[in-house]
């Protein structure tokens, strides 16, 4: 799996009190809070953390791919990693400032994320699900940031639009991995782009989808059998 990754040559006043170790571009959330995930489909709270401010936090060592829901509810930055065994920085899994509200994928590639690290300017919280409680694509789905689907049809073309964050000076980032359905290992890339984006990529079949983004996206599936 592949992490969006980009040279940042200045940073603004603010990023004194939290440097992205990843180099992503920070979503800057100005106005009303954006909107929360859908709710997922019911399944059991695997590890739940939360706090209010610079936290390093341990994930339970038996943990395998789950789905992090990560919100905030602070108004200044928020930055959260992704770390090793060794607690270095595996991935960036979010880059913002002020209240925000995602969902991303963990310990479906080869790396094993041991830990968080959560900057933060207000209270937080993090919760382990399963991979069950991903989001079902059926035709169509949109959503305001990262998130993690779950597609359980047959071969299919999928349509993916990136509809670019204004509040970033490249239009922010897209990277779409998918998975396999139980989190097991890797699948296939569907998209790497930077800014607003149109394209198509074919699904060959049932899996967990990976959306990491700057802004709203939509994606749709018209089968080989529709």
């Known amino acids: 799996m592949n992490w969006f990754r980009r040279d940042r040559a200045e940073w603004d006043s603010k990023a004194a009190k939290a440097v992205p170790l990843t180099g992503i571009a920070k979503t800057d959330r100005a106005g009303p809070p954006a909107p929360a995930p859908a709710p997922p489909t019911d399944g059991p709270v695997l590890q739940h ?27 200044g930055d928020f930055v959260v990693d992704a770390l090793d065994g060794k607690l270095r920085s595996a991935s960036q899994l979010v ?12 310990n479906a590639g080869d790396e094993k994320v041991r830990a968080v690290r959560v900057q933060a300017d207000g209270p937080w919280s993090v ?23 779950r597609y359980e049809g047959g071969p299919g073309i999928a349509t993916l639009r990136h509809e670019g964050d204004p509040n970033t000076g490249d239009g922010g980032y897209f990277l779409v991995d998918t998975f396999e359905v139980d989190g097991s290992g890797f699948v296939d890339q569907l998209a790497n782009h930077i ?22 996206w939509s994606i749709s599936v018209h089968t080989l059998e529709g």
Do not use: K
């Open 195 to 216: 800014g607003p984006w149109r394209g198509e990529a074919p699904l060959t079949g049932p899996c967990l989808i990976f959306v990491r983004s700057d802004g709203p």
């Open 127 to 149: 919760d382990a699900v399963p991979v069950s409680t991903a989001l079902g694509l059926h035709s169509q789905v949109r959503r305001p940031a990262s998130d993690v689907l």
């Open 49 to 75: 953390i939360a706090g209010d401010g610079h936290q390093v936090a341990p994930l339970t060592p038996d943990l395998g791919p789950v789905i992090l829901h990560i919100t905030y509810d602070g108004p």
């Open 95 to 106: 880059y913002a400032e002020g209240p925000f509200s995602c969902r991303s994928l963990i």
